[in-house]
């Protein structure tokens, strides 16, 4: 019997958004992120098949189904840089800033000697991505544990989150180089010095142009939108400079995800003013909706792709530990850039979680081959997933214990 294609794609998309509702109202009542539970519903559907269950096998080769949770992480980047400004990146500081490039570099170098210590097989290209796939710090699972410590006011919060915002742009800019490093060695022609500084001044060039035009072309064409009276019009047009962004970021070989990133950042609530005034949501809000249904399939999906069969394959629980313990250790890194007087401790700790970052620079590493093979393999790929986890769920009480402990030093003292 003939099935319609798209009966078969919304089958998946109907598994794939129950599951990840059912993960992820898990993980919130045990305290952690709903996004820690989507991820573990994938990997539940993902190895059924080890238990006799393969009705969930098929969802993992759906073209539309990649296809939809590529989208979703695009609208995931855009809503990242809505919640920033170019404004709040430029003020939060030398303190930030110092910490960002210390939680961007150090953990790159680990990450890059941990590939060649337990990967010493494998092509330097893997090793520069598994430091790259370290570099990522996901500020949302932060921002909230703050906020339920009553912590997002303090100094450390602050400089946390100004850091983060800034790791977010470096670590782009870090996979934005690296993959067209590896773009390049998978032409045989592998770039030398001269081609690595062009890939970095391509990079810093587009964010900065982005940026710059961006932030002059986005209010002129908001307020051009804002006369058009059909319904939708602001979230059209936000979505539409987003995808545009995106498009433009792929053009000139970067990712699409840094174009998506520097979108949210230009638009503004200022510069949709006129839609607010009218009675109209603003588009934070707009797009709420649209990531609630997009986002979830691509975390569900990443979930899918681990394969617990790879943990028996000598050296991947090996891999796996060292690669945690290297991600742990290099934010903590980051925390000497903090001045004194600072909880350095708990700032260390607030940059830990990897996150969905983590699993977005995980899964543009399975796309790239060089000499035919892989740069993230399956049993690579399961350990780096288990480092997001681990980093995941060791944040919110590890960050707890860290304000505690300053508080419980300070009663001591009066």
């Known amino acids: 019997m003939h099935t319609d294609p798209i009966a078969l794609v919304a089958l998946h998309l109907a598994l794939i958004l129950v599951s990840a509702k059912i993960g992820g109202h898990f993980a919130v009542r045990l305290g952690q992120p709903a996004v820690l539970g989507e991820l573990l519903a994938g990997v539940v559907m993902g190895n059924a098949a080890l238990l006799g269950i393969h009705v969930f096998e098929?969802?993992?080769?759906?073209?539309?189904i990649e296809t939809l949770a590529g989208l979703g992480v695009l609208?995931?980047?855009?809503?990242?840089?809505?919640?920033?400004?170019?404004?709040?990146m430029l003020a939060v500081g030398v303190t930030s800033l110092a910490v960002a490039v210390l939680?961007?570099?150090?953990?790159?170098?680990?990450?890059?000697?941990?590939?060649?210590?337990?990967?010493?097989?494998?092509?330097?290209?893997?090793h520069i991505f598994l430091g790259a796939t370290l570099c990522a710090t996901s500020v949302g699972i932060t921002a909230r544990v703050l906020r339920d410590l009553n912590q997002s006011q303090s100094p450390e919060a602050r400089i946390i989150l100004g850091a983060a915002v800034i790791d977010d742009v470096l670590g782009l800019i870090v996979l934005a180089v690296v993959t067209?490093?590896?773009?390049?060695?998978?032409?045989?022609?592998?770039?030398?010095?001269?081609?690595v500084g062009l890939l970095v001044a391509k990079a810093f060039g587009f964010l900065a142009g982005a940026l710059a035009i961006g932030a002059w072309l986005a209010p002129r064409a908001l307020g051009v939108a804002s006369r058009i009276r059909a319904g939708g019009a602001l979230l059209a047009a936000g979505l539409a400079f987003c995808l545009l962004l995106a498009w433009l970021s792929a053009l000139v070989g970067l990712a699409p995800i840094v174009g998506a990133f520097a979108a949210g950042l230009i638009l503004e609530q200022v510069h949709y003013k006129d839609f607010v005034d009218r009675g109209e949501h603003g588009l934070e809000d707009l797009i709420h909706?649209?990531?609630?249904?997009?986002?979830?399939?691509?975390?569900?999906?990443?979930?899918?792709?681990?394969?617990?069969?790879?943990?028996?394959?000598?050296?991947?629980?090996?891999?796996?530990?060292?690669?945690?313990?290297?991600?742990?250790?290099?934010?903590?890194?980051?925390?000497?850039?903090?001045?004194?007087?600072?909880?350095?401790?708990?700032?260390?700790?607030?940059?830990?979680?990897?996150?969905?970052?983590?699993?977005?620079?995980?899964?543009?590493?399975?796309?790239?081959?060089?000499?035919?093979?892989?740069?993230?393999?399956?049993?690579?790929?399961?350990?780096?997933?288990?480092?997001?986890?681990?980093?995941?769920?060791?944040?919110?009480?590890?960050?707890?214990?860290?304000?505690?402990?300053?508080?419980?030093?300070?009663?001591?003292?009066?």
């Open 289 to 414: 909706p649209i990531s609630s249904f997009l986002v979830p399939v691509f975390f569900v999906l990443m979930g899918l792709k681990t394969d617990l069969r790879a943990f028996v394959q000598p050296g991947v629980p090996l891999l796996a530990l060292v690669l945690t313990a290297a991600a742990i250790v290099g934010k903590q890194a980051c925390s000497l850039g903090a001045g004194r007087g600072l909880n350095r401790l708990a700032i260390g700790i607030g940059m830990v979680p990897r996150g969905e970052v983590g699993l977005i620079f995980a899964n543009v590493g399975l796309a790239l081959v060089v000499a035919g093979e892989r740069i993230i393999s399956a049993s690579v790929y399961s350990a780096v997933v288990v480092m997001v986890i681990v980093t995941t769920l060791v944040t919110p009480p590890a960050l707890k214990w860290a304000f505690g402990r300053k508080k419980q030093a300070a009663d001591i003292k009066a």
């Open 75 to 88: 609208i995931l980047l855009f809503e990242v840089g809505l919640e920033s400004t170019i404004k709040q």
């Open 58 to 64: 098929p969802i993992r080769e759906d073209h539309a």
């Open 180 to 195: 067209g490093i590896i773009a390049s060695a998978a032409t045989g022609a592998p770039p030398g010095a001269g081609a």
């Open 103 to 126: 939680g961007v570099v150090t953990p790159f170098a680990l990450g890059w000697g941990v590939g060649s210590w337990l990967l010493p097989d494998s092509s330097v290209y893997v």
